[in-house]
Every structure is written in C-alpha cells, then in structure tokens.
C-alpha cells in the first residue's frame, strides 16, 4: 500500500500535510501522491493556499522519517528556518514507530522544537485543539452586502493597523504591510469616526484541486470595546456576499476551540469538520 492510499484510508478529519485543511471531498490518492511528490521536491502545487504568501514552500515533509503500519501514521513537517517539527499522527501510530520518528528527526534537527498534531473527527473542549469549519456559498450570500461596509483600497490599508491593538486581531498589521508588498483583494471593514473597528479580508479565491473556486481564508476582527453590537456579522456578510458573487463554491477555516471566533463561525451558519489537536513534546 502507498504512503498516499494509506493516508487516505487514516484520514479521518480533513487535515493534509503541506496542506492544511482541504475539503472532505477532494481528499484521494492522487492528491495525497501530489503532496508527498511536492514535499520531497520543495514545491507549491497549483492550489495551495500557500501561493498567496510565498513564492516556495514554508514547510517541507521529512520523507525520510515517515513512519507506517496497518492502523497509522506519522507524517513530520518542518516549518523551514524555524526549526519547527510537527509530528502529524494520522490514525493509531504504533509506540516504537512513534519513538523512532522522534529520534530520526532529532538527529536531523537536535534543536528544533517538536510538536505532536493529531485529529478527532468532532469538535473536543481538550486544551491546544483548533477546530476546522466548511461554508458553502449559496444565491443567499450574494444578496447579504450592507451599504455601511466599507472596501479598502491599497493606499487605505495602513489603517488596518488600528485593529492589530488587540491581541486577538494581530495579523491585521501584518496585513497592512502585505497591500503594499502583493496584490490582494479587498478587506472589508466598518469605520467610527474614520477608524477600522470591523475587518474580514482579503478576500480572494483560487481553484482547488477539481478546478472550483475556493475562497482563501480571511483574517476576521473586531475591536474589543465594539464587540457585541453585531458589527463582526455585518462586515462578515458583506465579504461573503463579494465571495459569492466572484463564483466562490465554499470557504475553509481553522479557529482555536472555545475562543470568541469558533463561537461567532458557529453563529454564522459555518459547519464544523473536526479538530487538530498539538502538544509539545518537552
């Protein structure tokens, strides 16, 4: 049996290395063979998401330390100039694989830090879990814009930076910085007195692996004393709607469990797909 048609057969909440979350539906073994060819030679495939942040793969699959059997495996991926392995357990991983898997990477990499992945096909509360979550786009979202949502251009974009304030919304000043290195589509946002408060963007899309338009995932945020007035649902909508209207099929997100952004993708009709669940190994 493959490393790909094995994977297959253990895969039991979404997730592919090099990949990330993928829609249940694509996941075959040719797809699985494309990743496992892209990891040994360092490449992007055409639909990973990747491509919209780097010109090389960030990550690479150790295929030298795969480790296998009936009932599971292990898959390491380190995360290049970082130092960073993580362990992705796929299935019930014999001990003595999982022991040899440790120390064959080590030996590659004495000083990285290593982190054990794995995956549970519902929704856990246990600490370090992430849960994945689907949306289909139907004729409903294209009908779900608001006249106070505002799109930001490339020249506005430093103003994302305001939202970066709050912990939970950093990566809008990383995105601020993007608009000016790459071309983006639109952020859409909500302003008080000319300050962004409600963010969701960039929003584009690319052709998975069957040629549908897949939304990439958005940063979402909403600044902490403007929170619960329903501003996060109005700036969400109108993304959506312009999603729906580009011929996006459906939209895949990752979000920590219990935090406020799993309870608000819930709130908004998003289906979840299971959870990844790290620890590190001390």
Request: proline fraction near 6%; glycine fraction near 8%; include cysteine.
């Amino acid at each position: 049996m493959t490393n790909a048609k094995l994977l297959q057969k253990l895969i039991t909440t979404p997730y592919v290395p090099l990949l990330g979350p993928v829609h249940p539906d694509l996941i075959d073994e040719q797809l699985l063979a494309n990743v496992f060819l892209a990891g040994d030679a360092d490449e992007l495939l055409p639909f990973d998401k990747d491509r919209r942040w780097y010109i090389s793969k960030p990550a690479i699959i150790l295929s030298d330390h795969i480790y296998r059997s009936v009932t599971g495996m292990i898959v390491p991926v380190l995360s290049k100039g970082l130092e960073r392995v993580k362990l992705l357990c796929y299935g019930e991983a014999d001990q003595d694989d999982f022991n040899s898997c440790v120390e064959g990477v080590r030996s590659l990499h004495p000083m990285c830090q290593i982190t054990i992945v794995s995956f549970a096909p519902v929704a856990t509360p246990v600490d370090n879990a992430s849960i994945l979550f689907l949306k289909r786009f139907s004729e409903i979202d294209s009908r779900s814009g608001n006249a106070t949502v505002e799109q930001i251009s490339v020249t506005e974009a430093g103003s994302l930076a305001s939202l970066a304030d709050d912990a939970e919304n950093s990566g809008f000043g990383f995105l601020a910085r993007q608009y000016g290195e790459r071309e983006l589509g639109p952020t859409f946002v909500i302003r008080d007195n000319g300050l962004v408060v409600a963010a969701v963007g960039p929003i584009d899309t690319m052709p998975d692996s069957a040629g549908q338009l897949l939304c990439l995932p958005p940063y979402v945020g909403v600044a902490s004393n403007y929170r619960g007035r329903g501003l996060g649902s109005l700036v969400w909508r109108a993304a959506m709607s312009y999603a729906s209207v580009k011929g996006a099929t459906y939209l895949l997100l990752q979000s920590e469990a219990g935090q406020a952004s799993e309870y608000f993708y819930e709130s908004q009709g998003l289906v979840g797909l299971g959870a990844v669940i790290s620890r590190p190994i001390i």
